[in-house]
Nanobody, 115 residues
Framework: QVQLVESGGGLVQAGGSLRLSCAAS????????MGWYRRAPGKQREMVAV???????NYIDSVKGRFTISRDNAKNTVYLQMNSLKPEDTAVYYC?????????WGQGTQVTVSS
């Protein structure tokens, strides 16, 4: 079992920045990838950014150039740097550890961007 705890969410004005952190209770290196997902009110959950164990990243088109995912294997922590935030980025953001046989999810952290 791996527990994931997100932090860093909050209320920010449009154009501002936030940095989300996801601390894992165990090694993240054993997972195929780590990711950030989000669910906006009335919408389905969507992948925001994923980083593989080898450091390869992938982003949803709407955040490319604004968000950066990174990982620190020594600290078992994954980050999501979010710049130039827009009201449409408002959502609950979830950290995920994507494994070979199962995935693990955090409880989520609320990000609210005011216009």
């Amino acid at each position: 079992q791996v527990q994931l705890v997100e932090s860093g969410g909050g209320l920010v004005q449009a154009g501002g920045s936030l940095r989300l952190s996801c601390a894992a209770s165990g090694s993240i290196f054993m997972f195929n990838a780590m990711g950030w997902y989000r669910r906006a009110p009335g919408k389905q959950r969507e992948m925001v950014a994923v980083i593989s164990s080898g450091g390869i990243t992938n982003y949803i088109d709407s955040v490319k150039g604004r968000f950066t995912i990174s990982r620190d294997n020594a600290k078992n922590t994954v980050y999501l740097q979010m710049n130039s935030l827009k009201p449409e980025d408002t959502a609950v953001y979830y950290c995920a550890a994507l494994g070979r046989t199962r995935d693990y999810w955090g409880q989520g952290t609320q990000v609210t961007v005011s216009s």
